[in-house]
């Protein structure tokens, strides 16, 4: 059963900092191209970070220096470190497969402001 299940939000003061975490039941995990994806309101979902099978990361512009993606794939984890936040990053987070994303999970609430 496919299953994403993200963790770690919650309020931040801007220039703050905040580690997302999501637990992954997906097969071929460790093959998998996995991402980061966020909905803030009234907006579509983005995608934000892409964490390739052997770790490395690929950023969208808006977080690139600030965001950073990670993997576990011992414990089929993925992370991200978010860094000097600002009220422009206030939204629900996703983790999913980079291609072909489906059964979205709840997501995790952040929210900067001070």
């Known amino acids: 059963q496919v299953q994403f299940v993200e963790s770690g939000g919650g309020l931040v003061q801007p220039g703050g900092s905040l580690r997302l975490s999501c637990a992954v039941s997906v097969s071929m995990f460790h093959s998998t191209i996995m991402a980061w994806y966020r909905q803030a309101p009234g907006k579509q979902r983005e995608l934000i970070v892409s964490i390739q099978p052997g770790g490395g990361s690929n950023y969208a512009d808006s977080v690139k220096g600030r965001f950073t993606g990670s993997k576990d794939n011992a414990k089929k984890m993925l992370y991200l470190e978010m860094n000097n936040v600002n009220p422009e990053d206030t939204a629900v987070y996703y983790c999913?497969?980079?291609?072909?994303?489906?059964?979205w999970g709840q997501g995790t609430q952040v929210t900067v402001s001070s």
């Open positions: 999913n497969r980079r291609i072909r994303p489906e059964y």
